[in-house]
């Protein structure tokens, strides 16, 4: 077995960030496009531009700014702001999951099997 677990940040009411946002985010800087990131998450483009503008106004600043077209064609890529953001974000999160391996190990490791099987009590034989 092992732990899960899913974070987010809230700002009051409002969800300020979460693991699918920056998600999203970290997809538009891979991509270099909104509507290519929106594709790659199964996600239409109008809900993916939503999320977008939805954590601009939750956070107070800009996050994806528009490229102009030019031989190429135009895109979108993240502001400094916004890499800075899925850098630090997915660096909690990872620290946190770590940390919440560890207290699992520190609770559970002597009491839970390693073979969830062995705790089904279906299982025809003594017990």
Not at 94 to 119: C, G, K, N, Q
């Amino acid at each position: 077995m092992e732990p899960r677990c899913k974070l987010w940040l809230e700002h009051g009411d409002d969800l300020a960030l979460s693991d699918y946002r920056v998600r999203l985010l970290a997809t538009i800087g891979e991509t270099g496009s909104l509507s290519a990131a929106s594709t790659r998450l199964g996600l239409s483009y109008r809900r993916a531009w939503g999320k977008v503008r939805e954590l601009e106004r939750n956070l107070g600043f800009t996050l994806v700014e528009s490229v102009a077209g030019g031989a190429g064609g135009g895109g979108s890529r993240l502001t400094a702001e916004g890499a800075e953001l899925v850098r630090r974000y997915t660096r909690f999160a990872d620290e946190a999951r770590r940390a919440v391996a560890v207290i699992y190990d520190e609770a559970f490791s002597s009491t839970l099997p390693t073979d969830p099987e062995s705790l089904r009590t279906d299982r025809p034989g003594p017990r």
